[in-house]
């Protein structure tokens, strides 16, 4: 789904920090895969990425899109759940993965454009492949969001 349009939050405050996640993986090839690395390859000027982290959605509560680092809103803290970046992340046949992944993106200005085009590097056997697909995550600065104690 994030690789068919955009995602976007229009509340975003300098200085916070967000999760900002990457299209989740499939493999759609006769053989098991293994990711070993995924990044947005255009990040605008106004956001900087802290890291990148794999997470399993079956921790999390699904895989996040975007969301607050700091836990309101909600969601679950993506600090304390397992971190499976630096590690291969298989993906079986004909098959999604569990596992996603995000970037911590400190918002340090007025962004200038979306994160956009994710690039996953991969190896299938002893071959080592990298695929780029579209996507889009639009952060703009806004009034706060308000949340209940």
Known sequence: ????????YEHAQIGDEYWAGLPLTWNTSAQDVEITKAE???VPKGLKVIEYRALN?????????????????GMPDLFKARNYAGHPVK?????GSDIY????????????????DCRFWY??????????L??????????????EK
């Open 101 to 116: 992944f995000v970037a911590r993106v400190k918002v340090t200005g007025p962004p200038q454009g979306a994160l956009r």
């Open 1 to 8: 789904m994030q690789s068919a349009g955009d995602v976007g």
């Open 123 to 132: 190896r299938q056997g002893s071959q080592q492949y990298q695929q780029q």
């Open 134 to 147: 579209e996507c889009s995550t639009i952060v703009s600065l806004g009034p706060p969001l308000k949340y």
């Open 91 to 95: 993906v079986k046949a004909k098959s």
């Open 40 to 42: 947005f390859s255009q």
């Open 57 to 73: 959605g079956n921790q999390t509560d699904g895989n996040i899109l975007f969301a607050r680092t700091d836990g309101k809103g």
